[in-house]
């Protein structure tokens, strides 16, 4: 009943610069919490930043100063702007949804995933 589709990876040069887009769709009666997450080669998953209805960020400590995650509550959208890219940034990206279905079901909804590469 929901989809969460992702735009924006690519293949970037250390230093440079990418912008993240999610969108949500479907029955969504509301949403809670929104964030990114992403998968490098050989490890597991992990939450790069979210946020919350209430707008307030979190974000891995890695990341802070360099990743900024911005929402839209009208448009059910999220994203993640990335600056000063490293080669340990290579991931694939995967947008994450917690959220209210229409029927009052609460579950969380998972993007395909994008790829963002950093070259040395």
């Known amino acids: 009943q929901v989809q969460l589709v992702e735009f924006g990876g690519g293949l970037v040069q250390a230093g440079g610069s990418l912008r993240l887009s999610c969108a949500a769709s479907?029955?969504?009666?509301?949403?809670?919490?929104m964030g990114w997450y992403r998968r490098a080669p050989g490890k597991q998953r992990e939450l790069v930043a979210s946020?919350?209805?209430?707008?307030?960020?979190n974000a891995l400590d890695s990341v802070k100063g360099r990743f900024t995650i911005s929402r839209d509550n009208a448009k059910n959208t999220v994203d993640l702007q990335i600056n000063s890219l490293k080669p340990e940034d290579t991931a694939v990206y995967y947008c994450?949804?917690?959220?209210?279905?229409?029927?009052?079901?609460?579950?969380?909804?998972w993007g395909q995933g994008t790829q963002v590469t950093v070259s040395s």
């Open positions: 946020i919350p209805s209430g707008g307030i960020t």
């Open positions: 479907g029955s969504i009666f509301s949403i809670n919490v």
């Open positions: 994450n949804a917690g959220l209210w279905e229409t029927s009052s079901r609460y579950r969380n909804y």
